[in-house]
């Protein structure tokens, strides 16, 4: 029987922005989470937190075409100093303008409006009909759970979800956490976790889900 799959908010985001015509490697990623998804096997599952975490990737997709709109408008306009690019975006916001600075500020916003469409749709679809199960809403996650995953872990946002996914595992079939996150999730970094669970905490017997992550894996 296939395993089911519990999946990252950045599955089902790099899923929504496929193009059959990929125009940088790095987004090798993007065919990656398209194929996964369009080949099914077994139930997907998705947790408050993915949903949560995807309008706030949304609204963050926004924002830094806004930027980079207006950094085209405006040369003297500055990443660094204002209130839509976060410091951790600043690398991809650059590597984006310099892919479209020599085009018009208007051309290029129209396409980013049609690219974020697409997605959005891409985003709603997927929800409505690849969705098997929806499980723990954000008030049933468990405070005391995040925070020992914080303290291995840097991204609050990361936490909850993982958090999720050990609460929704207790008691079932083991199944797959689906990421493509290659920094906190990396596969020794996730061993890592699971080791400091079993040394700090063995009397609570958390069981985690099999770690899929495929930045590392192919798709078969």
């Known amino acids: 029987m296939e395993k089911d799959s519990f999946l990252d908010t950045n599955i089902i985001f790099s899923y929504s922005n496929y193009n059959e ?3 940088e490697d790095f987004e090798e990623i993007i065919k990656k989470c398209y194929l996964y998804i369009c080949s099914k096997k077994g139930r997907f599952i998705i ?19 806004k930027a980079v709109v207006s950094k085209i408008q405006n040369q003297e306009y500055s990443f660094e100093n204002n209130f839509l690019v976060s410091k951790r975006d600043i690398p991809f ?19 980013f409006r049609l690219e974020r469409r697409l997605s959005e749709i891409a985003i709603q679809k997927f929800l409505e009909t690849n969705v098997d199960e929806k499980v723990i809403p954000l008030e049933q996650i468990q405070a005391e759970l995040v925070n020992k995953i914080h303290d291995v872990m840097s991204n609050h946002a990361d936490c909850k979800i993982l958090a999720s996914a050990l609460q929704s595992q207790q008691g079932k079939e083991i199944f797959l956490f689906v990421t493509a996150d290659g920094k906190d999730l990396a596969p020794n970094h996730y ?16 069981i985690f889900p099999e770690l899929l992550n495929l930045m590392y894996n192919c798709v078969v």
């Open 93 to 111: 916001v650059k590597k984006l303008y310099e892919q479209f600075k020599n085009n018009e500020a208007e051309r290029v916003a129209i396409f």
């Open 21 to 23: 015509q990929p125009k």
């Open 47 to 65: 947790c408050g937190a993915v949903l949560e975490e995807l309008q706030e990737t949304i609204k963050k997709r926004a924002r830094i075409h």
């Open 191 to 206: 061993d890592f976790l699971k080791e400091h669970f079993e040394i700090n905490y063995p009397k609570e017997k958390y």
